[in-house]
């Protein structure tokens, strides 16, 4: 089963994912691939694929992404080779941007879709203070695209509103629990 979170930047797409995945081993990550540079922490290969513009636009030449975007000036992507291989009882999870999203629900229309919301644009923006890994005017930019992002949600199946990490996990581990049951 592929499992798609988007939602606006700063939302918690991440952090809900890891702890999803850290409570559950039988799901597992998809690794995008990014030509922006690591945040602090960050490791290529675990947390993306940090790659090259030049390289980035050779994959999209040679037709390898299942989907890509650009977003606030760097490329993101999901290798077609990641998904092709996923088996019948296998969860894979992809935390993507909101363009990203339908365009895997038109290759696998299988797929579950999960949009993350924030409380309201206040705590979007707090969030996005606390990460410190973006200026004022960034953060600025960051909640105008929040905005605009979230008038996406109404393409996911489920929507969940990220108030606090463990209610948000339990619920989209129900969700995910519940489609499979189908």
Same mark, same amino acid.
């Given at each position: 089963m592929i499992v798609v979170v988007s939602g606006p930047g700063g939302v918690g797409k991440s952090t809900v994912v890891a702890e999803l995945l850290r409570r559950h081993p039988d799901m597992h990550r998809s690794i995008s691939v990014t030509t922006r540079a690591p945040r602090p922490g960050e490791v %290529? /290969? !675990?947390?993306y694929c940090f790659v090259t513009e030049e390289q980035f636009t050779d994959w999209i030449d040679k037709g390898l992404f299942a989907e890509y975007a650009d977003v606030r000036g760097h490329h993101y992507g999901t290798l077609m080779s990641s998904l092709q291989s996923v088996r019948l009882q296998e969860i894979i999870v992809l935390t993507i941007d909101?363009? /990203?999203g339908p365009s895997i629900k038109r290759l696998f229309p299988e797929a579950l879709m999960i949009f993350l919301k924030p409380p309201d !644009?206040? *705590?979007l923006e707090?969030?996005?203070e606390c990460r410190g890994s973006e200026t004022p005017e960034e953060i600025v930019g960051r909640i105008e695209l929040g905005r605009y992002e979230m008038t996406f949600?109404? *393409?996911y199946d489920y929507m969940v509103t990220n108030r606090d990490l463990d209610t948000t996990v339990d619920i989209v581990d129900s969700i !995910?629990? %519940?489609v499979l049951r189908r």
């Open positions: %290529s /290969g !675990v947390d909101i363009h /990203g !644009v206040m *705590e707090r969030r996005l949600a109404k *393409e !995910v629990r %519940s």
